[in-house]
């Protein structure tokens, strides 16, 4: 596994729990990742720097399955479903707010891992209306937003560093 130490983590939880997340979003995580969440449930890590486009940014905390958490994945996934591209799915936020997912756009079963960048990004419904834009043109434009990071939740992991 990687060089990662996780700490300040809520409750463990169970594969249940995972499993109910799941059903809810309508999709299916990695098994890399599920393993992770299961005792690092919404833990920082360190080390915690990687690079976007030659940038450096930073991982905050993986979102918590603690329902009672207002910073639960469920809850992140609703607050920014309207300016979310489609298939992208958060898993962590950085400590500015913006999002690293999962994007399942190219491959359901076998998700890329993003990062989502909250600055500038527009509400689609907004975008319709307004702009008269059209969904897949919203849909296009969401995109722009969003970064490549790593083929895996495994290799991200292997990506940290200080």
């Keep these: ?4 130490q996780w700490r300040s983590a809520d409750e463990p939880i169970t594969r249940d729990e995972v499993r109910h997340v799941e059903q809810e979003l309508g999709f299916k995580f990695p098994l890399d990742y599920i393993e992770c969440i299961m005792d690092n ?23 918590t399955y603690d ?3 207002d910073e639960n994945i469920i809850e992140v996934f609703n607050d920014y479903k309207d300016t979310l591209p489609l298939e992208l799915i958060p898993f962590a936020f950085d400590p500015a707010g913006n999002l690293i997912c999962f994007d399942y756009k190219d491959d359901r079963n076998k998700p890329t891992i993003v990062f989502w960048e909250h600055e500038n990004a527009g509400e689609k419904e907004m975008l319709m209306r307004k702009e ?5 043109q919203v849909e296009e ?16 992991l292997d990506k940290l560093h200080d």
């Design 1 to 4: 596994m990687s060089k990662v």
């Design 41 to 63: 449930n919404g833990a920082h890590v360190s080390p915690e720097v990687f690079e976007v486009k030659g940038k450096r940014k930073v991982f905050g905390t993986l979102l």
């Design 67 to 69: 329902m009672d958490d």
């Design 132 to 136: 008269g834009l059209t969904e897949e």
């Design 141 to 156: 434009l969401a995109r722009e937003n969003v970064f490549y990071i790593a083929d895996t939740f495994s290799d991200f």
